[in-house]
């Protein structure tokens, strides 16, 4: 056996295994380093030769993407069904239903609204109705906006946020307050501190809570890891 | 005589809203979906760490508890998370991009082009669409890919960034905190705290969605707001 013969058969040998592991089907994948996509061999984390895993292009093979999906929940701006649907029925209605197709529920929306001044009217023994808000909305105007145009307008060109002060409506940031913005603009009437606990009103324009020790100052993808 | 009219209303309008629990901002939004792998928790929308990218975060399946619940939570396969963009102002998607698990790894499609026929309550995955992958992040490893359009993915649990008191406001909305409202500072109690979710992540150059259509306030009279999308998230079910 000369060393040509030798060389030639751990040509022979590598190339087989190379085959080998071409032919192999686990994905579950035998993580080696350095591994990249256009190798030839299945390695790193691929789920087949030079595809899948966290790095390469998919491995479609034995993938089914098809078939037809139906729509069982949507959120555009937060707390809306949550808050103002009322009943389990309304609220399912509205989860299977499309953004531009929402009339029927502004006047239940507009409803909820009312009922709860009305619950604070009767408890502080006056009538208490809406009144326009920091944006002047009366409440029909409010409702509308709420139920048909439930979206999060997201402005490209910054800042976002979906109230900061100054602007309203661009985005939303993990930082926003949105339930304190909520509750304003719907409790707070045109000044904002329409019930903000003063002056013996009731508190209803803030929850008191903040992001506590939450970090929002997190590269992408920008939410910190989950808690153990 | 306040507290006799207080205890009154309880019997009254207080119990019709009684009926009215809470979880926001969409957890647990409604009885069909609580609890179940389409539930929705909440999304953002934000200018990125790049100015000229959008960042869409859809949080789903919360609130899970840390460790072994949120270690075991999954994606569903048969459920597909939207980001649906809207860029005419219509409030009907004009581009939608789609995430959908499978294994180990979430596969997302888009931005595509919707056609108005086919936009709505039911969605084919576009296939040929295909945009980019990576593997579902656990709690011990985070995995980011971006592809060749400057698209970034990530999938998998993250801490619940929401924060609400939310029982004092169940309190609040059935009267049973009437008058006095919400707690003061020292006193509320945030209860997502302690909470994880499932996120799904994209951060996209604001290019590839097209230019935004006029903000949607000036519709109702609120004018001066810059140009701006409408976008929504949807989770739909394999049927």
């Known amino acids: 056996m000369n060393i040509r013969y030798i060389k030639l058969s751990a040509l022979v040998f590598c190339i087989g295994l190379l085959f080998a ?5 686990d994905d579950n994948g035998n993580v080696i380093e350095a591994a990249t996509c256009d190798d030839g061999i299945q390695n790193g984390d691929e789920e087949g030769i030079d595809c899948g895993g966290t790095a390469c292009p998919p491995c479609f093979d034995g993938l089914d993407f098809s078939g037809t999906y139906r729509q069982e929940d949507i959120m555009g701006r937060p707390g809306i069904n949550t808050v103002f649907s009322g009943t389990d029925m309304v609220k399912n209605n509205f989860n299977t239903t499309m953004v531009s197709d929402r009339e029927v529920f502004q006047p239940i929306f507009q409803t909820t ?81 329409r019930f903000d606990g003063n002056n013996g009103t009731p508190q ?5 809570v903040g992001p506590g020790n939450r970090n929002f100052s997190l590269p992408f993808p920008y939410l910190e890891s989950p808690l153990n | ?28 939004d409604s009885p069909s979906v609580a609890s179940t792998s389409v539930d929705i928790a909440d999304f ?12 869409l975060v859809a949080t789903m399946q919360g609130p899970l508890t840390p460790g072994s619940v949120t270690t075991n939570a999954q994606f569903d396969e048969d459920v597909v998370v939207e980001f649906n963009i809207d860029n005419t102002g219509d409030f009907v998607e004009d581009l939608v991009i789609q995430a959908v698990r499978r294994d180990s790894v979430m596969y997302f499609f888009g931005p595509s082009i919707v056609d108005p026929a086919n936009a709505g309550l039911q969605s084919m995955i576009n296939v040929d669409d295909f945009s980019g992958q990576v593997g579902i992040s656990t709690v011990d490893e985070t995995f980011t890919t971006t592809n060749d359009d400057g698209i970034t993915f990530f999938a998998g649990p993250r801490r619940d960034a929401f924060y609400f008191d939310f029982n004092q406001f169940n309190q609040v909305v059935s009267g049973a905190a009437a008058p006095v409202g919400f707690l003061p500072p020292a006193e509320a109690s945030d209860f997502f705290e302690n909470f994880n979710v499932l996120a799904v992540v994209v951060e996209i150059p604001n290019a590839l969605l097209g230019d935004a259509p006029p903000h949607v306030a000036g519709a109702v009279g609120i004018n001066g707001l810059p140009n701006a999308y409408n976008v929504w998230i949807t989770t739909k079910r394999k049927i």
Do not use: W
């Open chain 2, 44 to 55: 953002y929308a934000f200018e990125g760490d790049d100015p000229n990218s959008t960042v």
């Open chain 2, 1 to 28: 005589m306040k507290k006799t009219k207080f205890y009154a209303l309880l019997g009254g309008v207080g119990i019709v809203l009684a009926t009215i629990t809470f979880i926001a901002a969409d957890h647990i």
């Open chain 1, 21 to 25: 592991q071409c032919a192999d089907d």
């Open chain 1, 204 to 208: 209803l324009t803030s929850d008191g």
């Open chain 1, 113 to 193: 609204l009312e009922a709860y001044h009305d619950v604070y009217g009767s408890a502080l023994g006056v009538e208490l109705d809406y009144e326009s808000n920091i944006l002047g909305l009366d409440a029909a105007t409010f409702t509308t906006v709420l139920a048909q145009f439930d979206a999060l307008q997201v402005a490209p060109e910054g800042p976002t946020t979906y109230f900061n002060g100054t602007v309203a409506l661009t985005g939303r940031n993990l930082t926003d307050d949105v339930i304190d913005i909520s509750l304003t603009l719907m409790f707070g009437g045109e000044s904002g501190t």
